[in-house]
């Protein structure tokens, strides 16, 4: 949702993880800066509009997956009428305060991966990827908490998240700022992109292991 803008972390990044793909709208900053990516999307026809937006990307691929925090898992994932870029395994709660022309309209029922899982499956080296970026609607935590065996993998992390229940039951900023905390990264940098009239916000947030600050 949030308008993309370069991240001075991406200078110093190898590789980069981008869960929840959508369209790949930052393809071309990433090619430019000459970063590997592996994208990942869930929805069916958004995925197929991706593979086909980054068929000239040589460095990048796209694999078809929901993240969560466990392997096997069928989560009934709602869509949204914004070309999917709402989408959620969670309810709409006061992100309609902000936002109050986007809804869902049909769901579909997919199984989940972790992102360990999905990294051996399709033969992808964690080592090569130091930065993760998600932008998954309220799931940010459980990917994270799926994710922790390849955690020590990343110097960087980037995610949407709100300081408000803009999901229901959804993550918030000083949730992931708690967990990853515990596994040695600190927040590095805050954008706020949206803004709620009753309070709270939505930002794009980026944490770094303590070590490279």
């Not at 199984?111 to 399709?122: F, M, R």
Request: charged share 20%.
């Amino acid at each position: 949702m949030s308008a993309y803008h370069q991240d001075p972390f991406l200078l110093d990044a190898r590789g980069v993880i981008h869960v929840g793909a959508s369209f790949g709208q930052e393809r071309e900053l990433y090619q430019s800066l000459g970063l590997p990516v592996v994208w990942v999307e869930p929805i069916p026809e958004v995925f197929a509009q991706l593979r086909q937006n980054i068929a000239t990307f040589h460095r990048q691929i796209a694999v078809q997956a929901l993240l969560t925090d466990r392997d096997g898992v069928e989560y009934t994932f709602h869509i949204s009428n914004n070309e999917g870029m709402s989408s959620s395994i969670l309810e709409l709660d006061l992100h309609r305060d902000i936002w109050p022309d986007v809804d869902y309209t049909h769901e579909i029922q997919l199984i989940s991966k972790t992102l360990p899982a999905l990294l051996i499956e399709n033969a992808v080296d964690p080592a090569a990827y130091d930065a993760l970026v998600m932008d998954t609607q309220g799931s940010e935590l459980l990917i994270l908490q799926g994710a922790t065996p390849v955690l020590h993998h990343f110097r960087y992390i980037k995610t949407e998240a709100p300081d408000f229940e803009s999901y229901r039951g959804c993550c918030l900023v000083s949730d992931l700022a708690q967990f990853l905390d515990g596994h040695g990264f600190d927040e590095h940098a805050r954008h706020k992109f949206a803004e709620r009239k009753q309070g709270g916000s939505y930002y794009d947030v980026v944490f770094a292991r303590r070590a490279q600050l």
